[in-house]
């Protein structure tokens, strides 16, 4: 079954505006990852955070993770038009398999 | 580096039909591949991890005789979509992970969009 749950389910903001999107899951995990889905395409990969670590961040994104809450943000800073995709966690525990959340689909408004 | 790449982007077939979908790793050797299906404006469900050399580890639900997996190589997976009916219509993703990819760090290929008429 799905372990990771994002919300919100959809987000449209302003450019240049930050973009928060929240991630909860329901058992222990070794990481949590993030991903952006551009339509209709694959994955990228943005940004890994274990699960010894609460803060980590890449460019204009900061994610935060809270092992006691089961849950993690991800925070797009200063957004682009560009940045308007699908995003998903994933978190994985003892073996590589991935589990994905549901998404949230942001809108950036130029 | 860690690229996965998938042939075909898209395919179209008739029901009944056979559709062959490939994933390669380009430049890292790639000891494990995981297949994805994703239905329009949902999340990627798992279907199957292959290692390299041994059978398909295959979720619940997925059925190995209609979803036929082949990893032969460290850099090669196929997927095989037999007898496909409009059901199986979906967008198919596979990763691969391995080597010395920090963390099994899973890098995930373009897609395959698959319609079933």
């Known amino acids: 079954s799905q372990q990771g749950e994002e919300d919100p389910q959809a987000l449209s903001i302003q450019e240049g505006e930050n973009a928060t999107m929240n991630c909860s899951y329901k058992?222990?995990?070794?990481?949590l990852q993030w991903y952006r889905q551009n339509s209709g395409r694959g994955l990228v990969h943005l940004i890994l955070?274990?699960?010894?670590?609460r803060e980590k961040h890449s460019g204009r994104l900061r994610v935060t993770l809270d092992t006691s809450k089961k849950s993690s943000s991800l925070l797009i800073t200063a957004s682009r038009a560009a940045d308007t995709a699908s995003y998903f966690c994933a978190t994985d525990a003892l073996t590589e398999k991935l589990v994905f959340g549901k998404g949230t689909k942001l809108t950036v408004n130029p | 580096g860690a690229v996965v790449s998938q042939h075909p982007s898209r395919v179209i077939c008739k029901s009944g039909t056979s559709v062959k979908i490939e994933c390669r790793s380009l430049?890292?050797?790639?000891?494990?591949m995981f297949w994805y299906r994703q239905f329009p404006k949902q999340s990627l469900m798992l279907m199957a991890t292959?290692?390299?050399?041994?059978?398909?580890?295959?979720e619940q639900g997925v059925e190995k005789d209609k979803f036929l997996i082949n990893h032969a190589s460290l850099t090669l997976s196929t997927l095989t979509v037999t007898s496909a009916h409009p059901e199986d219509s979906s967008f198919y993703i596979c990763?691969?992970?391995?080597?010395?990819?920090?963390?099994?760090?899973?890098?995930f290929g373009p897609g395959t969009r698959l319609t079933v008429l």
């Open positions: 058992t222990s995990i070794n990481n």
């Open positions: 955070i274990r699960s010894n670590e």
């Open positions: 292959s290692n390299e050399g041994s059978k398909a580890t295959y």
């Open positions: 990763s691969a992970t391995g080597g010395t990819v920090e963390n099994n760090e899973q890098f």
């Open positions: 430049d890292f050797q790639a000891t494990t």
